[in-house]
Nanobody, 125 residues
């Protein structure tokens, strides 16, 4: 399994932007599809975005489509989540996840086998 470490979370006002980063250990990063999930207090962990191994295909939850952008740099073993036009309802712990399964595009929590520790994003109104 790959080890994942997220960073870039913080406190931002509504309408602001943040960029999350997730660095993966190991030399096989390009063989993993990557995803971002989030979990707000008292709620289930939910899918945010996913990206294919090459970065050529991306998927988004309807709630973030048009505001968030997932990307990756395989040379740096890093996946990013750029978040624009943030809303208070985007407040959550954001988790990076990795999988070698072809079902990553479903956004299913069960499709991902490796997880980071999470980074807190708080959006104030």
């Amino acid at each position: 399994q790959v080890q994942l470490v997220e960073s870039g979370g913080g406190l931002v006002q509504a309408g602001g932007s943040l960029r999350l980063s997730c660095v993966a250990s190991g030399r096989s990063f390009s063989t993993y599809a990557m995803g971002w999930f989030r979990q707000a207090p008292g709620k289930e962990r939910e899918f945010v975005a996913a990206i294919s191994r090459s970065g050529g295909i991306t998927y988004y939850a309807d709630s973030v489509k048009g505001r968030f952008t997932i990307s990756r740099d395989n040379a740096k073993n890093t996946v990013y989540l750029k978040m624009n036009s943030l809303k208070p309802e985007d407040t959550a712990v954001y988790y990076c996840a990795a999988t070698q399964r072809a079902t990553y595009y479903t956004g299913s929590y069960a499709a991902f086998g490796s997880w980071g520790q999470g980074t807190q994003v708080t959006v104030s109104s």
